[in-house]
T-cell receptor, first 113, second 110 residues
Framework: EAGVAQSPRYKIIEKRQSVAFWCNPISGHATLYWYQQILGQGPKLLIQFQNNGVVDDSQLPKDRFSAERLKGVDSTLKIQPAKLEDSAVYLC???????????FGPGTRLTVL | QQQVKQSPQSLIVQKGGISIINCAYENTAFDYFPWYQQFPGKGPALLIAIRPDVSEKKEGRFTISFNKSAKQFSLHIMDSQPGDSATYFCAASTGNQFYFGTGTSLTVIP
C-alpha cells in the first residue's frame, strides 16, 4: 500500500514570496491533516479536512495560509506571502474516517530567506 | 500554551537498558494518547496508543503507562536497541484537536 505522498521535498524561497505544497493521502483515507513542525518542536496541527470539508482550522494563520482539498483527495497548502518564521517542515497526514491512527508523509522542508 | 508537556528533552541509554519518557496534560477532554517515533528526514510513525479507560498497554518492547488522576502518561522502551535511536513524541487528542509534545531525542549507545 502506498503511503502519503508529498511534494516538493525541499523548497527555498525569499520572504514575501508565495509557495505551495501538495499532498496525496493514502487511498480511501477521508481525513487529511496539515501540520507545521518547526525545528526542535513537535508538529502543530494547522488544518483538518474530512473529505473536502474543513473540520478544524483554528490554528491556521488565515491571513497568509490557505488550504484546499478539491474532490476530497489531494490537498494543497499555500503560504502567501511567506515570512522568515514560516521556515519549518510541513507534514501531511491522513486517516480513515472516524479513526485516530494518522499516517504521515515525509514532509516538505521550507526555508524562507 | 503547551497543551502537552514532555520530558526529558534528550535521553541517552545503554543498549539493553530501559528508556522512559514522560508526558503530562491538562485538558481532561483528551481521549486518545498516542506515541510517535520520528527518524531524521521522515514523518512521524505511530508506535503505540492508549485510551484513558486502561492504565497500561504493552506492544512488544513498548509499554504505555497511563495515570488518569495525575493526568500523566509515559512510554517505556524495554531492552533498548541502537535502532531505537530517534525522536519520540507524545500526543493527545479530542478527535478534532490534536496536540503533540515537544519531543525527546533518544540515543541508545551500543
Amino acid at each position: 500500500e502506498a503511503g502519503v505522498a508529498q511534494s516538493p521535498r525541499y523548497k527555498i524561497i525569499e520572504k514575501r514570496q508565495s509557495v505551495a505544497f501538495w499532498c496525496n493521502p493514502i487511498s480511501g483515507h477521508a481525513t487529511l491533516y496539515w501540520y507545521q513542525q518547526i525545528l526542535g518542536q513537535g508538529p502543530k496541527l494547522l488544518i483538518q479536512f474530512q473529505n473536502n470539508g474543513v473540520v478544524d482550522d483554528s490554528q491556521l494563520p488565515k491571513d497568509r495560509f490557505s488550504a484546499e482539498r478539491l474532490k476530497g483527495v489531494d490537498s494543497t497548502l499555500k503560504i502567501q506571502p511567506a515570512k522568515l518564521e514560516d521556515s519549518a517542515v510541513y507534514l501531511c497526514a491522513s486517516s480513515l474516517l472516524y479513526t485516530d491512527t494518522q499516517y504521515f508523509g515525509p514532509g516538505t522542508r521550507l526555508t524562507v530567506l | 500554551q503547551q497543551q502537552v508537556k514532555q520530558s526529558p528533552q534528550s535521553l541517552i541509554v545503554q543498549k539493553g537498558g530501559i528508556s522512559i519518557i514522560n508526558c503530562a496534560y491538562e485538558n481532561t477532554a483528551f481521549d486518545y494518547f498516542p506515541w510517535y517515533q520520528q527518524f531524521p528526514g521522515k514523518g512521524p510513525a505511530l508506535l503505540i496508543a492508549i485510551r484513558p479507560d486502561v492504565s497500561e498497554k504493552k506492544e512488544g518492547r513498548f509499554t504505555i503507562s497511563f495515570n488518569k488522576s495525575a493526568k500523566q502518561f509515559s512510554l517505556h522502551i524495554m531492552d533498548s536497541q541502537p535502532g531505537d535511536s530517534a525522536t519520540y513524541f507524545c500526543a493527545a487528542s479530542t478527535g478534532n484537536q490534536f496536540y503533540f509534545g515537544t519531543g525527546t531525542s533518544l540515543t541508545v549507545i551500543p
